[in-house]
């Protein structure tokens, strides 16, 4: 596995990979990643895979409690609610 940046600068090689997932931080920016296929006849990589790092803010929700109450409840689903639609509460 090979993730690259726009201007074709490596950011990670993996090899060997063995799972079905992976994670990567990137910091914001345009990138593309390839994926090789490895037997006993040889490899070859997949098509380019490209995307895009956008810059923003994470908001954690730590433990489903958003209201700080200690408690899940109608509120708590309330402002997740308005979380994701990106209102403020």
Same mark, same amino acid.
């Given at each position: 596995?090979?993730?690259?940046? &726009?201007?074709? =600068?490596?950011?990670?090689?993996?090899?060997?990979?063995?799972?079905? %997932?992976?994670?990567?931080?990137? =910091?914001?920016?345009?990138?593309?990643?390839?994926?090789?296929?490895?037997?006993?006849?040889?490899? =070859?990589? %997949?098509?380019?895979?490209?995307?895009?790092? &956008?810059?923003? =803010?994470?908001?954690?929700?730590? %433990?489903?409690?958003?209201?700080?109450?200690?408690?899940?409840? %109608?509120?708590?689903? &309330?402002?997740? +609610?308005?979380?994701?639609?990106? +209102?403020?509460?």
């Amino acid at each position: 596995m090979r993730v690259f940046k &726009s201007d074709d =600068t490596q950011v990670q090689y993996i090899e060997p990979y063995y799972d079905t %997932s992976y994670m990567i931080s990137l =910091t914001a920016g345009d990138y593309y990643a390839n994926i090789a296929a490895v037997n006993d006849h040889g490899f =070859t990589f %997949s098509d380019n895979i490209q995307f895009t790092v &956008s810059s923003g =803010t994470v908001t954690p929700i730590a %433990s489903a409690v958003l209201n700080g109450d200690g408690q899940l409840n %109608s509120i708590d689903l &309330s402002m997740l +609610e308005m979380l994701l639609l990106n +209102e403020q509460a």
